[in-house]
């Protein structure tokens, strides 16, 4: 299934647009993530279905995204925000490197777009289920950017 996307970053997070853009695509190209199950992400400039935007955590919270901490997306729906604070400093409690956590909040945020819920810990050593809030933590799982739905 083709999903077209469009990418922003807020005027008040200072992150190169371009790098963005190209961080995006290659995370959302990844073999692992929902390429695997069948979709195909394609970035467009007008009509895309899916806006993705890099954002502030004040902007997250002022639009409904809890507390700022997090970055979120609407269930279902069109929207996705990305917090900028996350997208440069990580979360230590999903264990995962930078890179492999950009990979995760990408991965786990579309989930949401495509009508996935969260997901718990499957049991101790299991990979984190791309779905699980792996920036609060994986409990007792290992670490996992990959998408198994």
């Avoid at 979360?91 to 996935?116: F, T």
């Avoid at 289920?129 to 990959?146: F, R």
Wanted: glycine share 10%.
């Amino acid at each position: 299934m083709k999903i077209t996307y469009t990418a922003a970053v807020d005027s008040d997070v200072k992150y190169p647009l371009r790098q963005f853009q190209e961080e995006l695509e290659m995370y959302l190209a990844d073999p692992d993530g929902w390429v695997g199950q069948g979709y195909e992400f394609v970035p467009v400039l007008k009509n895309a279905k899916v806006h993705i935007r890099l954002s502030s955590p004040a902007t997250i919270q002022k639009f409904g995204c809890g507390d700022g901490t997090l970055s979120c997306a609407e269930l279902g729906g069109h929207k996705m925000y990305l917090n900028s604070h996350r997208w440069t400093k990580g979360a230590p409690a999903s264990k995962l490197p930078l890179e492999d956590y950009r990979q995760y909040m990408v991965s786990h945020e579309m989930g949401h777009i495509l009508g996935h819920d969260h997901a718990t810990c499957p049991g101790p050593g299991q990979p984190a289920p791309i779905m699980m809030q792996q920036t609060l933590g994986i409990g007792s799982c290992s670490p996992s950017t990959k998408v198994n739905p």
